[in-house]
């Protein structure tokens, strides 16, 4: 094991991957219950959607971990299951079952895309500077979500975002903030995951089983659940070929394109995973790693699956491989029967270490020539809209625009790659779409 992931030369060893999966999956294991209690709006069964959510999830992860020897855990996405329920419920009268067909034909070409660009002109024609930029609004992103579900910040119907009131929930995410980020300060080996126990502990007096902020879906049945595969191979493809669900899988495609990018190179910053070029290394076969999940994602009939932001928590921990990649993957198995036992670590105990991770995100900054403007308002366009907009694409769509447009307005036209113009140009395709499906 240690030389098939070349651990040695990548400055880590079994214990510290280890425990940097472990972290990993603490930080992302709110998507199985959380993914099946939206696409219970598209009218998919729960208990089959937390099955085939478990199954892309483990799947997709294990597969990145060995094939591209990265450690990011790949599973649903958050904004794409919301955009996957609105196409079901809102759109064109699109069913699961061909939405689930539009999943899988959006990987299908997702593979075809990253097969066919073999020099990664399409994904390398992201200036640096821009990649910087992705890598810090990523850290805002996951912060704000840890911050929310802290009840730190919470939503206002005028201002947007507020303050929120210091009841016994925001008061015990403030205690485990403190408490993991001592312990991140002195260095404490697995520190991530003692903040979790230990928050998890301070927030057993409030609530009843502790489910602070759980979807209401989740209930107390017991210690076991047996699995459901009613979803498993139940796309429709033959519909959803149709020329009237090309704008869908178009939409599916260049999402999970973008966001997967953009968390690539987000905690490949992060964790000092480039080459010296400063490309990430094993970029492209990370988003090939991406469209397998993705198409695998139709046929297990669960929305697109994407890599993760809360990757970075492990990366943070000293996960250097694709070992903790694969750790996490196998941890998401058992939770095919023992999924209740979910709803005895409530968000709010994570929630402290996706601010933490957050923070070491924003390393980037260190980098922008702020004086020279052509080159920071894109960063910052990247950078702040991505946790406004709650969208990892929203910042990379209009981040692209604005390069190019300020680098044309001040005749720097050698700065603006020809790859990046043809992003520009399917961003603006793809703001259309998004609009269509009103997401």
Avoid at 64 to 70: A, P
Avoid at 236 to 259: E, K, Q, R, T, Y
Avoid at 276 to 305: D, E, Q, W
Wanted: aromatic residues 10%; charged residues 10%; contains cysteine.
């Amino acid at each position: 094991m240690t030389d098939f992931f070349d651990l040695r030369n990548h400055g880590t060893d079994l214990r510290c991957e280890v425990l940097a999966g472990a972290t990993t999956f603490v930080s992302v294991m709110y998507i199985i219950v959380v993914n099946p209690a939206i696409l219970q709006a598209a009218g998919m069964p729960f208990a089959a959607s937390l099955t085939a959510t478990v199954l892309v999830s483990a799947f997709s992860s294990i597969l990145m971990g060995l094939y591209t020897n990265n450690p990011l855990v790949v599973a649903p996405g958050m904004s794409l299951n919301s955009l996957f329920a609105l196409a079901v419920a809102k759109g064109a009268e699109v069913s699961y079952a061909t939405a689930l067909g539009c999943v899988f034909w959006a990987g299908v070409i997702f593979l075809l895309l990253m097969a066919f660009d073999r020099k990664r002109r399409i994904i390398t024609g992201v200036p640096r500077m821009l990649r910087l930029g992705i890598a810090g609004g990523i850290g805002l992103f996951i912060a704000l979500l840890g911050l929310r579900s802290g009840g730190m910040i919470v939503t206002h119907e005028t201002l947007g975002l507020a303050m929120g009131t210091f009841n016994p929930s925001a008061l015990t995410f403030l205690a485990g903030l403190l408490v993991t980020s001592v312990l991140v300060v002195r260095k404490v080996p697995a520190s991530f995951l003692w903040g979790v126990g230990l928050t998890t502990a301070l927030a057993w007096p409030i609530g009843r089983l502790w489910a602070l902020g759980a979807p209401p879906a989740v209930a107390w049945s017991g210690w076991l659940q047996a699995p459901d595969f009613s979803l498993l191979l139940s796309l429709d493809l033959i519909g959803a070929a149709s020329m009237a669900h090309w704008p869908l899988i178009f939409v599916f495609l260049f999402s999970c394109m973008f966001d997967s990018m953009a968390t690539i190179v987000g905690v490949a910053e992060v964790g000092d995973l480039v080459d010296h070029h400063g490309n990430p290394v094993g970029l492209g076969k990370g988003l090939l790693a991406c469209g397998g999940a993705l198409t695998a994602a139709g046929l297990l009939g669960t929305s697109p699956a994407t890599a993760f932001t809360e990757s970075s928590t492990g990366v943070r921990a000293g996960g250097r491989t694709g070992l903790t990649a694969v750790v996490a993957g196998l941890l998401f198995l058992p939770f095919l029967f023992l999924s209740p036992l979910l709803s005895l670590i409530p968000p709010l105990a994570t929630a402290p270490v996706l601010v933490l991770a957050g923070v070491f995100m924003l390393k980037p900054l260190i980098y922008v020539r702020w004086e020279r403007f052509d080159d920071a308002i894109p960063f910052f366009m990247a950078m702040v809209l991505m946790p406004l907009t709650h969208s990892i694409t929203q910042g990379i769509i209009w981040g692209c625009l604005s390069w190019t447009v300020l680098k044309a307005a001040s005749g720097k036209y050698r700065q603006i790659p020809p790859a990046l113009l043809l992003l520009d140009v399917l961003a603006l395709a793809l703001l259309f779409n998004l609009e269509r499906f009103g997401h």
